[in-house]
């Protein structure tokens, strides 16, 4: 089953919505198979977001994610990886559609609650930072009968 990866950053722990996006996957019908509270180092995050080196937000990027613990989960389901985007909502909260978290629970770019990866590589590498395979658990949740044909 493909799996992603996901994070609430530290506004959304901050702000006492770990549970309201864990509650969002769950009601979609997503499996959690992995999750820990940490906080990033400078270099972890700096692995994380890699990608976005050299750009003009990637300092405050970096800064932002290492401001407080953050939540890292895996999640596990038919589509998961592009579903978990449909969920977030774009990366600006204020064009990301009514409905999706960043839209419903954020204001600004720099502080939109939730990472989530964008790609089967970008899930697979992420992943990979912050879990080791025996970190995650293999189960099927109760039910899934009515939620795949
Ligand atoms: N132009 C920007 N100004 C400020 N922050 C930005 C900007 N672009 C992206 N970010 C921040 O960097 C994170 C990573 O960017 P990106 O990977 O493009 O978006 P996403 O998180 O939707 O995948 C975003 O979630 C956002 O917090
Ligand atoms: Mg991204």
């Known amino acids: 089953m493909e799996q992603t990866f996901v994070m609430v950053k530290p506004d959304g722990v901050q702000r006492g919505l770990v549970g309201e996006v ?3 996957l769950e009601k979609r019908g997503y499996r959690l198979v992995g999750i820990k509270m940490l906080q990033l180092t400078r270099e972890m995050a700096e692995a994380h977001y890699a990608e976005h080196r050299g750009k003009s937000f990637y300092n405050g990027l970096v800064d932002f994610i290492c401001a407080g613990p953050v ?14 985007r449909q969920l977030m909502g774009a990366t600006d909260p204020a064009q990301a559609a009514a409905g999706t978290i960043r839209a419903d629970l954020a204001v600004e770019m720099g502080r939109n ?22 970190e995650l658990v293999s189960y099927r949740r109760a039910g899934e009968e009515w939620l795949y044909e």
């Open 22 to 24: 864990v509650s969002r």
């Open 71 to 84: 939540v890292a989960m895996v999640w596990e389901g038919k589509g998961v990886i592009a579903g978990v």
């Open 113 to 134: 609650v939730v990472h989530g990866a964008d790609s089967p590589a970008s899930a697979r590498r992420e992943i990979a930072l912050y879990f080791r395979p025996e």
